[in-house]
């Protein structure tokens, strides 16, 4: 993922994605414009799929089914 993916999966918008991570918009500025690291990939989608900008994999899925049927 790049610094622009990240921004875009947030709407395109720097300050979004620095409130997603709880971060200032500084400190994504200071992001490389490549791909970014693993770790910050990491945050980044598990801030999105926190607030439901992302789905997860069937797995999470089906383990949430389960925890609701029982």
């Given at each position: 993922?790049?610094?622009?993916?990240?921004?875009?999966?947030?709407?395109?918008?720097?300050?979004?994605?620095?409130?997603?991570?709880?971060?200032?918009s500084s400190a994504?500025?200071?992001?490389?414009?490549?791909?970014?690291?693993?770790?910050?990939?990491?945050?980044?989608?598990?801030?999105?799929l926190r607030l439901g900008?992302?789905?997860?994999?069937?797995?999470?899925?089906?383990?949430?089914?389960?925890?609701?049927?029982?």
């Amino acid at each position: 993922m790049t610094k622009s993916e990240a921004i875009e999966l947030f709407g395109g918008k720097v300050k979004d994605l620095a409130a997603g991570l709880n971060v200032s918009s500084s400190a994504i500025s200071q992001w490389p414009d490549g791909d970014l690291p693993q770790d910050q990939c990491d945050r980044v989608r598990g801030a999105a799929l926190r607030l439901g900008l992302i789905q997860g994999n069937g797995r999470h899925r089906d383990l949430n089914e389960q925890k609701e049927a029982a």
